[in-house]
């Protein structure tokens, strides 16, 4: 009597439960369209008076009224981009390592590091390349030294510990029943990993690459400090560029009626929808890696 009563009870609590996570995703999901819906409000004035082709491609030139936003999409496409390629092969490497390829003692260092390096303030990785970074390129290469390079490449720095962490646990997530196997049959470390552990963490590996692609492309400081933030679309890594969150924290409007000043709306929607097209990519890919039933 006593554990059907108990039973009871645990239905009853896990059906509560089962309802406030409903209840809170359902509320995470109105919050963020209502964010969507706000930023589209705020920026319609801009919407009504200037085409889709000349917002998200056209020029930025206030004087001559023209608010295009196109070359902050490119100056955040290119800087966010350089970081996640530089940055992934760092990470996968690291990730490697502290999961299966290195010592015991290397591992355990190498994940500690990693750890410290997550809770160093963006500024200071800014200030430092400033001073280091900046001063090597304008000698080394030529240029301002603010550029696509200097930013990208401490972006890199700055998202490479995120990624390495969601690799850790998904190829620690690896059922250890296949790698006992495939060592039982005579795979070594490198077979295991290239045959059992990648393939079953690429939907893990795939989100952490996604999340730390979204980490670059939301960054502020280190794009405001080392990009250079001159309005143009850059076409080497030596150019400078303004990226779309560089944009919203530079914009400077006394009149907060201005088409000017409605321009960070627009920057705000198209963050807004890269995050969106990272996160469908990522469930698609998840789905179709899902193992059928």
């Known amino acids: 009597m006593y554990r059907k ?7 009853k609590k896990l059906s509560c439960m089962g309802n406030i996570f409903r209840l809170c995703a359902g509320l995470s999901t109105v ?4 964010v969507f819906v706000f930023m589209l409000i705020l920026g319609l004035p801009l919407f009504r008076d200037t085409s889709v082709l000349s917002l998200w ?3 930025w030139a206030p004087q001559e009224k023209l608010y295009g936003i ?3 999409i490119a100056g955040t496409i290119g800087i966010a981009g350089f970081a996640t390629l530089l940055a992934l092969p760092l990470s996968l490497g690291s990730a490697f390592v502290i999961t299966t390829l290195g ?10 590091f990693i750890r410290f390096m997550t809770g160093i303030p963006t500024v200071i990785y800014g200030f430092s390349a400033i001073f280091l970074l900046v001063p090597l390129i304008r000698e080394g290469l030529g240029g301002a030294g603010f550029c696509v390079l200097a930013a990208g490449s401490v972006l890199a720095v700055l998202v490479t510990p995120v990624m390495t962490l969601f690799f850790i646990d998904s190829l620690l997530g690896v059922n250890p029943v296949h790698i006992q196997a495939a060592r039982a049959l005579g795979a070594s470390r490198i077979q295991r990993l290239l045959y059992v552990m990648i393939p079953q963490a690429l939907p893990g590996l795939a989100t952490g690459f996604v999340l ?4 670059a492309i939301g960054d502020t400081l280190i794009a405001l400090m080392l990009a250079g933030n001159a309005i143009i679309i850059p076409e080497t890594l030596l150019d400078p560029a303004r990226t779309l969150t560089g944009h919203i924290a530079l ?9 000017e000043f409605r321009s960070i709306f627009a920057c705000g929607i198209a963050l807004y929808l ?9 469930r698609i890919f998840e789905k179709k890696q899902r193992p059928a039933i």
Do not use: C, E, N, W
Not at 31 to 34: A, H, L, N, P
């Open 5 to 11: 009563m108990d039973l009871s009870l645990l239905i």
């Open 31 to 34: 919050i963020t369209i209502s």
């Open 57 to 59: 491609a056209g020029p």
């Open 70 to 72: 196109g070359p902050m």
């Open 103 to 112: 010592h015991p003692g290397l591992q355990t260092g190498l994940k500690a």
């Open 212 to 215: 730390a692609t979204g980490r």
């Open 251 to 259: 914009i400077k409007a006394a009149d907060y009626d201005s088409l």
């Open 274 to 282: 890269f995050s969106a097209f990272s996160v469908i990519i990522v």
